[in-house]
């Protein structure tokens, strides 16, 4: 099968080290096409950014020239563009933050989220509430860690976040962390095997999560508010996604 993973920042270094967790992840058979949109900031770390990102993700999915794919994986920890994409697929489609916070409430009745800047958390805490993650997730805690230092993360980088991750643990009493960025997955391996805790990376359990869904032939129901958007004209730069009008 073809998965399809939409880094929604524009770092193609970023694209590329998460299409590489993404294929590393995948069953034997399943391919990887790693994407990102044509528009939008090099990385996510504000409302204002994560708005033109979800644009970005809308406008790459909604266009006719999307290459045919079994599922996609939204792979940036605010899901930007979730729901807009659900719309414009029939395929699954899957963020890396709701995948996560599948896995970690399996392997643990708590969980912490260990993310980049300390303004993003409280993105990550309101996907936390609309997720329905309140009773599972205990905190997310930010690191100020800039989202392309991850791009080439030294090893303080990498003992920063352990730090934090540590202190997490302690202070919310959880029993694994959730690393709250897709450009984190590289480093996840290496942070489980220092922490003795379930280290769970979203881009990876997303992958095997749309892997099951479309084996079990599940695909995104077209009834109520993920059919198809309405034929409509679109003006200016979204001209081109007019749908049918
Ligand atoms: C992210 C992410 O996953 N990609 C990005 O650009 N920003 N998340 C984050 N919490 O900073």
Known sequence: M?????????????????????????????????????????????HFEETIAAAGVAALLGSAAVPAHDATIIACFGDPGLDAAREVSAAPVL?????????????????????????????????????????????????????LNLEDPSASTVAEIEAAAREALSRDGSGAVVLGCAGMAPLCAQLQERLGVPVIDGVAVAVRFAEALVGLGLRTSKRGD????????????????????
């Not at 896995?103 to 409280?122: D, E, N, P």
């Not at 993920?226 to 009008?245: F, I, N, Q, T």
Request: charge should be positive; charged fraction near 15%.
């Open 226 to 245: 993920y059919a198809a958007p309405l034929p409509k004209r679109y003006v200016g730069w979204a001209e081109s996604l007019s749908r049918g009008a």
């Open 2 to 46: 073809r998965l399809l993973v939409l880094n929604p920042n524009t770092s193609t270094a970023m694209t590329a080290a998460i299409g590489r967790a993404a294929q590393a992840a995948a069953s034997p058979g399943s391919e990887v096409l790693a994407l990102q949109p044509e528009f939008g900031p090099l990385s996510i770390e504000g």
């Open 95 to 147: 963020g890396i933050a709701e995948a996560a916070f599948h896995a970690a409430s399996m392997l643990a009745t708590g969980f912490s989220v260990v993310t980049t800047m300390k303004r993003t958390c409280i993105m990550a805490e309101h996907l936390v509430q609309r997720y329905g993650f309140e009773r599972h997730c205990r905190g997310v805690h930010g690191t100020d860690i800039p989202v």
